[in-house]
């Protein structure tokens, strides 16, 4: 091992910290925002709001992300209408098509997990809300959105790690995130095994602290379920 090629490349590896940090924090963000209203039309008995986010969310999960980021980065560059759009200046920029590419990514599957939990709400919470006279409007915000959104949390966890591995694909369009960090490096040094390994501890460190994050959040809101002893 080359600690002094790592020593040299750590701060790099800080500024490709940042980058990841806030492609993370972007993309799920603007995600879960985006899901909650796509997951109770999800949930929708009428069939012109649920089919449309089914496909939305069936396309988006059959397909790559890195495919997904390339047709939005460099896919939309090659029609003379979108270069001469007022959006231009948006899509042409990395930033901009990689936080767009993560956040449609995991929309698509954090929609899938809200409806989900929302279709396995107990009855005794609908019951509930109906014997105290709420509409289904009032129900949906004060009791069964809440409560499915608590009930999601685990199987968020999982969507928000695996988005933090998916913002490795951010250094393919020029962004110099932890991965593009490791690249710079190996490129630099020839040493990619300490390139790598060094991005893997960074990867290895965020991950800790987002499951700490998530279990603090599961003894927060989840702590009801846990069975009594």
Known sequence: MNFDAIGEALPSFVEGLQVTAILLAASLSLGLVAAIPLALARRSPRAWLSKPVWLFTYVIRGTPMLVQLFLLYYGLAQFEVVRDSAAWPWLSSAWFCAIAAFAINTCAYTTEILAGA?????????????????????????????????????????????????????????????????????????????????????YLALTFVLVSLFHLAERRWLSHLAPRR
């Open 118 to 202: 929302l279709e396995t709400t107990p009855a005794g919470e609908i019951e509930a809300a109906r014997a105290l006279g709420m509409s289904p409007a009032l129900a949906m915000r004060r009791i069964l959105l809440p409560s499915a959104l608590r009930r999601a949390i685990p199987a968020y966890s999982n969507e928000a790690i695996m988005m933090l591995q998916g913002t490795s694909l951010a250094s393919i369009v020029t962004l110099l995130d932890l991965t593009g960090a490791a690249r710079e490096m190996n490129s630099v040094t020839y040493l990619p095994f300490e390139a790598f390994l060094t991005a893997a501890a960074f």
